[in-house]
T-cell receptor
Framework: GQQLNQSPQSMFIQEGEDVSMNCTSS?????WLWYKQDPGEGPVLLIA?????ELTSNGRLTAQFGITRKDSFLNISASIPSDVGIYFC???????????FGKGITLSVRP | GAVVSQHPSRVICKSGTSVKIECRSL??????MFWYRQFPKKSLMLMAT?????????EQGVEKDKFLINHASLTLSTLTVTSAHPEDSSFYIC???????????FGPGTRLTVL
């Protein structure tokens, strides 16, 4: 099935550094979501984006909904060890509709 | 808010037995619940979508007689893996959404191991 494009598969950064993750699609979505998943846990919603061009922050996280509605990025500033995990982007076309996921990016933070 | 629970968190069963997994929305009424399966180091694979009071919609390739889904109330959906086999071993995750919101809130997952 369709999948959003997330790359690279893994990212390694030093504690304190900023990191940016991109997510692209060949289709338009009405909502973009960013999730973080820790090992053995379910994904946790980090940020939801509803409008093209929207820029939203949640603490050290900032995400933007691309103008074309086909992409989004997530920035993490001043990374800390607990930022380690898998970051998934997801898109949906409407309320109670199924999500299309990216493959996820595994983030490692070196102390 | 928007808390989703799953029970059990882990289950080990013998081949041929059936296993029921519960998904509950604790502080909201879930119009729609979703069931996913996740393999190691892979993304989530949607199995089915269920709306309260109606039959679930299964994704292509997912056997509805194998994976029985019941969404009897706005706060509870169950997934029953019937006649489980070792290849059914996986991490099963539910999610719930409500109202006009597009977000899905996920449960903590259930690790199923079939011996």
């Amino acid at each position: 099935g369709q999948q959003l494009n997330q790359s690279p598969q893994s990212m390694f950064i030093q504690e304190g550094e900023d990191v940016s993750m991109n997510c692209t699609s060949s289709s338009i979505f009405n909502t973009w979501l960013w999730y973080k998943q820790d090992p053995g846990e379910g994904p946790v919603l980090l940020i939801a984006l509803y409008k093209a061009g929207e820029l939203t922050s949640n603490g050290r996280l900032t995400a933007q909904f691309g103008i074309t509605r086909k992409d989004s990025f997530l920035n993490i500033s001043a990374s800390i060890p607990s930022d380690v995990g898998i970051y998934f982007c997801a898109g949906t076309t409407g309320a109670n509709s199924k999500l299309t996921f990216g493959k996820g990016i595994t983030l490692s933070v070196r102390p | 808010g928007a808390v989703v629970s799953q029970h059990p968190s882990r289950v080990i069963c013998k081949s041929g037995t059936s296993v029921k997994i519960e998904c509950r929305s604790l502080d909201f009424q879930a119009t729609t619940m979703f069931w996913y399966r996740q393999f190691p180091k892979k993304s989530l694979m949607l199995m089915a979508t269920s709306n309260e009071g109606s039959k679930a919609t299964y994704e292509q390739g997912v056997e509805k007689d194998k994976f029985l889904i019941n969404h009897a109330s706005l706060t509870l959906s169950t997934l029953t893996v019937t006649s489980a086999h070792p290849e059914d071993s996986s991490f099963y995750i539910c999610s719930a959404s409500w109202g006009a919101y597009n977000e899905q809130f996920f449960g903590p997952g259930t690790r199923l191991t079939v011996l």
